[in-house]
């Protein structure tokens, strides 16, 4: 029987049991696997993972593990220049995109509401979700970890926390994005970008005391949903200067 030290750092041992947190722990097996195969058979998905020391080296994914190795693996780093090693991860999107699993919805709309491209549909199946975000190189966001180990899936977030404004400010922070925030660009039904018009143009589509007491308006330039400034702004307008 061969065996392998391993220990995990930072966010990625919230995937592990509490005995196996922080600490090197010793792994067995009969035939070398992938050292991703073995990091997420303990749990972690492939796409929070950033960096793999292997005897104080910095191997990719492929790399297979030998008896006796030591093998350190990191997560993302936001702030720390690790460009000499190898990155296990794919380059950060140039503009972020995600595509949200069945369960965040809230999540989705407070990310669009952001000015955030979120695709998002309550009867996506596993498999679309994967397809999405690997065809379309969007940024999966779960509360599923087994949905990000699919090979397909490059890149992918496991959202920690169960409350949707938690959620929020968590993805923001993750991906450094509270800076390019364009609130209220996009149509939080359907996902559209948002387009100032004239009351002229959307009268007939206004309740009649909102035609008579408002002046600005955004119509949705895909699912013709009309916005304007009343009760629900203001609530928005508090969540989005509490995350800033």
Known sequence: MKQVSIRFYAELNDFLPPARRAVPFTCAFHVSPPVRDLIESLGAPHTEVDLILINGRSVDFS?????????????????????PVVRVRPRPLRQPRFVL???????????????????????????????LSGAGERILLTRDRELLKRAVVTRGYYV?????????????????????????????????????????????????????????????????????????????????????
């Open 63 to 83: 790399h297979l593990i030998e008896d006796g190795d030591r093998i350190s693996v990191y997560p993302v780093f936001e702030s720390i220049d690790v460009t």
């Open 101 to 131: 699993d069945v369960h965040l919805g809230r999540l989705a709309a407070y990310l669009r509401m952001m000015g955030f491209d979120s695709l998002y549909c309550n009867d996506y199946e596993d498999e679309e979700l994967a397809r």
């Open 160 to 244: 920690r926390s169960s409350s949707p404004r938690q959620q929020l400010a968590e993805v923001l922070r993750r991906f450094d994005l509270i800076d390019a925030a364009t609130p209220f660009a996009r149509c939080l039904a359907c996902n559209g970008l948002l387009q100032t018009v004239t009351k002229d143009a959307v009268r007939g589509l206004l309740p009649p005391r909102v035609g008579e007491t408002h002046h600005e308006f955004l119509r949705c330039n895909a699912c013709a949903r009309v916005y304007w400034k009343g009760s629900h702004y203001a609530r928005m307008l508090q969540i989005v200067e509490a995350i800033r």
